[in-house]
């Protein structure tokens, strides 16, 4: 962030804008735009997109004119083991199966607490929230859920 | 007499057995994410959509929206118990309500507000009966470009009562609609932003994009405060509202359930500002207003009745014109999309049994949740101080169990993860998520009315102002934004919520 920035806050929402606005445009670069009578695939996009560069600009003038709080710190630790366990799920359930990629998630997430500590009581839970899953989504709902994923036949 | 026909309609779908219990159910799951820390109804909501899919249409709606009125309830247990408000509705509540808990009438303030919200809850039914069919009869006169107006007051009005920055809940729509143009074209069948990933030519899975925002990022953001709770009160004492009690709370319920009625109908946050603005009106009516702040009986029920009806309002313009006013309506309206009924004027006349069905579980539910909460407190007490540590990772859990089955998708998972870190960056940077929710799922529609309102007239936009629907509409939306964005108005807007 350059250091003329008062706002920060301003900033960051100014370069969300510019990054979406951007590649709005440049994505649906091919998209026909069309007139107002016949509007095409592009039409919307196109002036979305362009509103959205105008917030850019507004937003970063507002960012060097205004001051404001700064962000704070990013709870980096959290994200990554959160998203980290949820990606994994995403690709583990259909390769692995619930019995595996459950405790993982719940194992990786419950690391991003500093309450959590790896003893004979969380195990347990861990155990028993896979079995009520199982129980309740592959067999009581019907859902095709794996229990073991393709790895396993 | 044709609305006595409809609710007796009504009541025989919602008293049928498999109704009744899922009617239960969801109230129950309500209450207990009402009083549960850092667990919102736009989460669970999505996360219980997939145990719908196999019921019929008219139990899944019921089920769903009790969750969304139980957790108006269960807000208010925790805000009188603990004095943290579990719903942003029960914010005020913590003002009166914990007071009186602090003065040994715990049990008082908790009868006061389970009676304020049952009766709101019986008015606002009764509301929604009367006005639903009059609003769709006018809604069936619309041409596209009134619908197109009608969303762009949608998306307005949830951005004047979004919390924070205009400028940047005005953004967040932007994006939002951006967002919504992912996938196929309906007119021209041209794949837009799909980036030749097949799972993206049918659009962004909005369950799995209302998980991320309001679930995976929510959790995120709670794991950096501090969310433990203790009790201090050990036994819920106090007993039920006297003779006297009951004539200081009996107007202050209807004006509050008055209030909530109106204000629930705007987009937005109508049960937020609904309880607000009756708590501040019964001040400014008290005889002594000097007990406010202080354990007065009426500040408990007016917001109480007032957020309850507020809830219910709601539901109108989803059920009406198919326009939601808030997530959780979004997610209705998804739930509905999910089980074949295009949301809009003509539920009521195609789906009759959903529709009245539907209004009426809420009266049954709301007959539910009195029954739950005065005898089942202690249960309730003990789920309110459930550390989060513990919790969370159950959250987490059914995210992806539940975002998954809606299309035995690893993709939604995916999605439900990046837009679990967006949803955190944003709020980190202070934007509204909420707004770009709601974007999300008007953008194609907006598209489509507006490009069918301009074909009409062939090209001339002014058909946006030659309606005389469609302008009116857009001078309350041009009247919103100019009153946020004067400044007095606005320091006013900033005190309402901070406090």
Known sequence: MPSFVCNPKDFWMGLLYLVVGGAGLFYGRDYVIGSAANMGPGFFPFYISCLLLIFAVISFVRSVTTTGEAVG??????????????????????????????????????????????????????????LACAALFTYGLGLPIPILGSWFR | MDMLANLGLGLVTAMTPLNLVYC??????????????????????????????????????????????GAQYGGSTTAILVNLPGETSSVVTTLDGYQMARNGQAGKALATAAIGSFIAGTIATLVIAL???????????????????????????????????????????????????????????????????????????????????????????????????????????????????????????????????????????????????????????????????????????????????????????MLTLGIPSNPVMALMIGAMLIQGIQPGPTVMTDQPALFWGLIVS?????????????????????????????????????????????????????????????????RKIGAEPAPMMLALILGSMMEEYLRRALLLSRGDSTVLLTSPISAGILVICVVLVALVALPAIRRGRDETFAE
Not at chain 2, 28 to 39: C, D, E, K, S
Not at chain 2, 243 to 253: L, T, V
Not at chain 2, 367 to 389: A, T
Not at chain 2, 408 to 417: G, H, I, K, P
């Open chain 1, 73 to 130: 710190p990013i709870a980096w630790k959290a994200i990554a083991l959160i998203t980290g366990g949820v990606l994994a799920f995403g690709f583990l359930i259909e390769r692995a199966g619930l019995a595996m990629t459950m405790p993982l998630l719940l194992v990786l997430g419950a690391l991003a607490s500093d309450r959590f500590s790896l003893e004979w009581r969380t195990a347990l839970g861990v155990i028993a929230f896979t």
């Open chain 2, 24 to 69: 239960f159910v969801g109230v129950f799951l309500g209450t207990a994410i009402g009083v549960l820390p850092g667990l919102g109804p736009v989460a669970t909501i999505a996360m219980l959509l997939p145990l719908t899919f196999g019921l019929p249409p008219e139990t899944s709606l019921i089920m769903l929206a009790g969750i969304f009125y």
């Open chain 2, 131 to 317: 006005f639903a069919p009059f609003l769709a009869q006018v809604a069936f006169n619309f041409q596209p470009a009134d619908f197109f107006s009608l969303m762009v007051l949608g998306l307005i009005a949830s951005v004047v009562l979004a919390n924070g920055s205009l400028l940047h809940a005005l953004g967040m729509i932007l994006i939002g609609l951006l967002l919504g143009f992912v996938g196929t074209d309906i007119n021209s069948g041209v794949a837009r932003y799909t980036f030749d990933v097949p799972e993206l030519y049918d659009g962004l899975e909005f369950v799995a994009i209302a998980m991320g925002l309001f679930g995976i990022g929510e959790i995120i953001a709670n794991l950096e405060e501090k969310l433990d709770r203790s009790i201090s009160l050990k036994s819920v004492s106090g007993s039920l509202p006297t003779r006297e009690d009951w004539k200081r709370i009996f107007w202050p319920i209807l004006r509050g359930t008055g209030l909530g009625s109106i204000l629930g109908v705007l987009p937005g946050g109508g049960a937020n500002l609904a309880s607000f603005a009756a708590y501040a009106a019964e001040k400014k009516m008290s005889h002594h207003p000097e007990e406010f702040g202080k354990g007065a009986i009426e500040g408990v029920a007016a917001p109480e009745a007032a957020n309850n009806a507020g809830a219910q309002s709601a539901f109108i313009p």
């Open chain 2, 362 to 426: 809420m009266w049954v539910g709301n007959l539910f949740l009195i029954i739950l909460n005065l005898p089942l407190i202690g249960f309730w007490v003990k789920l309110v101080s459930m550390p989060y540590h513990l919790l969370y990772p159950i959250i987490l859990g059914f995210c992806a169990i539940g975002v998954f089955t809606v299309s035995n998708a690893s993709f939604d998972v995916y999605l439900m993860a990046l837009f679990g870190v967006a949803g955190y960056l944003l």
